[in-house]
């Protein structure tokens, strides 16, 4: 089975070895061949180049399709959603129109808790069914890779039901799927926090290692939801289990979240809309990883995490979707990618790098997803007609990508 791209007008992030993480100088550039062609075979990436020097024969028994005028670049990387969850929470968007905080309105037992008493109430066939739904939703608008947290169940009996549709998702999809055990997502009503945390610790992180659930663990550390000690204990015990870190931290206060997870070596801190120096220094001297979740920020009105201070100080900034039915209803990375650009200041190719290159380090897929090299995987994507690859989140909204190309394969 081959497939053959000619006449990109732009073919974008290709690379002869692994690229590193995108920082600096290299958060600024995206390589992109000009009138190029793409020949898949197989399943991987076989060869490209420019158009004059396509391999005599290449046309031979390949699918041949005309790219000209548009581009085709690495498929998105989606290193942060919640995109199992049962129903959706409409009613408390219009209470935050009408004025209601997120915290309010979680405490007036909204929120979170209002998805895990819904979450509870499903069994796995349907909660399989409406991710399901909303994964092919988002490989439609370009998420190549993703990974997916618990975190809506807040019993041993739920967690581990969704870690268990997370598992049929991850046998099914054609895409690869991370699994990230999210039991500190919020305590329960029904009991005290010390025991949810001890359950957290005794119960649920045990099975979900024996069952190898999961790859990564996670905390809301953040104020309202779990306290730095809290998040100290729970690490630890994951990190023992073999389960990496990957937090929650800074949205709603500066909450020690960014400290507490360099501290135990977590693959990434998400949200960091509260950052400030101390919080960058910390990362500068670390290998996690910083994510931003421009959809929540521009969904909840969050204050805008110091983008332009990270990139200055040399961060590998991620940018994910954090697709959940509270804080951002979408999983679409093409305007994902618009928000960084227009309400963060990143520039497109800054934007790119974070959805692509340096959101594939944020999952370890590193080595196989983000940017187009012979011999992996062919995750690719074909953008509709347009006449330069800034054109994608200049034109937010409305769908750029014409084809998606899963594993050397168009996918309908
Ligand atoms: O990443 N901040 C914590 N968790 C989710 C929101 C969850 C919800 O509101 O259901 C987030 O924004
Ligand atoms: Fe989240």
């Given at each position: 089975m081959?497939?053959?791209f000619?006449?990109?007008?732009g073919l974008?992030?290709?690379?002869?070895?692994v690229p590193?993480?995108?920082?600096g100088?290299?958060?600024?550039?995206?390589?992109?061949?000009?009138?190029a062609?793409?020949?898949?075979e197989?399943?991987?990436i076989?060869?490209f180049?420019?158009?004059?020097n396509?391999?005599?024969g290449?046309?031979a028994?390949a699918k041949v399709?005309?790219?000209s005028?548009r581009f085709?670049?690495?498929s998105f990387?989606d290193?942060?959603?919640h995109?199992?969850?049962?129903?959706?929470?409409?009613s408390?968007f219009?209470?935050k129109?009408?004025g209601?905080?997120?915290e309010q309105i979680?405490?007036?037992?909204?929120?979170?808790?209002?998805s895990?008493?819904k979450?509870?109430a499903?069994?796995?066939d349907?909660?399989?069914?409406?991710a399901?739904?909303r994964?092919?939703?988002?490989?439609r608008?370009?998420?190549g890779?993703i990974?997916?947290?618990?975190g809506y169940?807040?019993t041993?009996?739920?967690?581990i039901?969704m870690?268990?549709?997370?598992?049929?998702?991850q046998?099914y999809a054609p895409i690869?799927i991370k699994?990230?055990?999210?039991?500190?997502?919020?305590?329960?009503?029904?009991i005290?926090r010390?025991s949810y945390?001890?359950?957290?610790?005794?119960?649920?992180l045990?099975?979900?290692a024996?069952?190898q659930?999961?790859?990564?663990?996670d905390?809301?550390?953040?104020?309202?939801?779990?306290t730095?000690?809290?998040t100290?204990?729970?690490?630890?015990?994951a990190t023992?289990?073999?389960l990496?870190?990957?937090i929650h931290?800074n949205?709603?206060a500066?909450?020690?979240?960014?400290q507490?997870?360099v501290k135990?070596q977590a693959l990434?801190?998400?949200h960091l809309?509260?950052?400030?120096a101390?919080?960058?220094?910390?990362?500068?001297?670390?290998?996690?990883l910083?994510v931003?979740l421009?959809?929540?920020?521009?969904f909840?009105?969050l204050?805008?995490?110091?983008?332009r201070?990270?990139i200055?100080?040399?961060?590998p900034l991620?940018?994910?979707s954090?697709?959940?039915?509270g804080?951002?209803?979408s999983?679409?990375?093409?305007?994902?990618?618009?928000l960084?650009?227009?309400?963060?200041?990143?520039?497109?190719?800054e934007?790119l790098?974070?959805?692509?290159?340096?959101?594939a380090?944020a999952?370890?897929l590193e080595?196989?997803?983000?940017?187009i090299r012979?011999?992996?995987?062919?995750n690719?994507l074909?953008?509709?007609?347009m006449?330069?690859?800034?054109?994608?989140?200049?034109s937010?909204?409305?769908?750029?990508?014409e084809?998606v190309v899963?594993?050397?394969k168009?996918?309908?």
């Amino acid at each position: 089975m081959r497939l053959l791209f000619t006449h990109i007008k732009g073919l974008l992030q290709t690379f002869d070895t692994v690229p590193t993480l995108r920082r600096g100088a290299t958060l600024q550039t995206i390589p992109c061949i000009e009138n190029a062609y793409l020949l898949i075979e197989n399943g991987n990436i076989a060869d490209f180049g420019t158009m004059p020097n396509l391999p005599v024969g290449s046309r031979a028994g390949a699918k041949v399709i005309d790219a000209s005028n548009r581009f085709v670049l690495p498929s998105f990387v989606d290193s942060h959603t919640h995109l199992v969850f049962a129903g959706s929470r409409e009613s408390e968007f219009v209470d935050k129109i009408k004025g209601l905080t997120y915290e309010q309105i979680a405490a007036n037992g909204g929120g979170i808790l209002n998805s895990a008493k819904k979450l509870q109430a499903a069994d796995e066939d349907e909660l399989f069914d409406s991710a399901w739904q909303r994964l092919n939703e988002v490989m439609r608008t370009g998420t190549g890779a993703i990974e997916i947290k618990s975190g809506y169940g807040l019993t041993p009996q739920d967690e581990i039901k969704m870690l268990r549709v997370i598992k049929k998702l991850q046998k099914y999809a054609p895409i690869t799927i991370k699994a990230t055990f999210l039991g500190a997502h919020a305590i329960p009503k029904e009991i005290d926090r010390a025991s949810y945390v001890s359950q957290i610790i005794n119960e649920m992180l045990p099975q979900v290692a024996a069952e190898q659930l999961a790859a990564y663990c996670d905390v809301f550390c953040d104020e309202g939801f779990f306290t730095v000690e809290e998040t100290d204990k729970i690490l630890a015990a994951a990190t023992a289990l073999g389960l990496r870190p990957k937090i929650h931290a800074n949205e709603l206060a500066v909450s020690g979240g960014v400290q507490i997870g360099v501290k135990h070596q977590a693959l990434s801190v998400d949200h960091l809309e509260r950052i400030g120096a101390e919080e960058i220094e910390v990362l500068k001297n670390s290998d996690t990883l910083p994510v931003v979740l421009p959809g929540s920020v521009f969904f909840l009105g969050l204050p805008k995490p110091p983008v332009r201070q990270m990139i200055e100080a040399g961060l590998p900034l991620v940018i994910a979707s954090d697709y959940n039915p509270g804080s951002c209803p979408s999983g679409n990375m093409p305007f994902t990618i618009a928000l960084a650009c227009i309400q963060l200041r990143m520039t497109p190719e800054e934007a790119l790098n974070a959805a692509t290159i340096n959101a594939a380090y944020a999952l370890g897929l590193e080595n196989t997803h983000g940017h187009i090299r012979r011999g992996i995987a062919a995750n690719v994507l074909l953008t509709k007609e347009m006449p330069s690859y800034q054109f994608m989140p200049y034109s937010f909204g409305n769908q750029p990508i014409e084809l998606v190309v899963v594993n050397g394969k168009l996918w309908e």
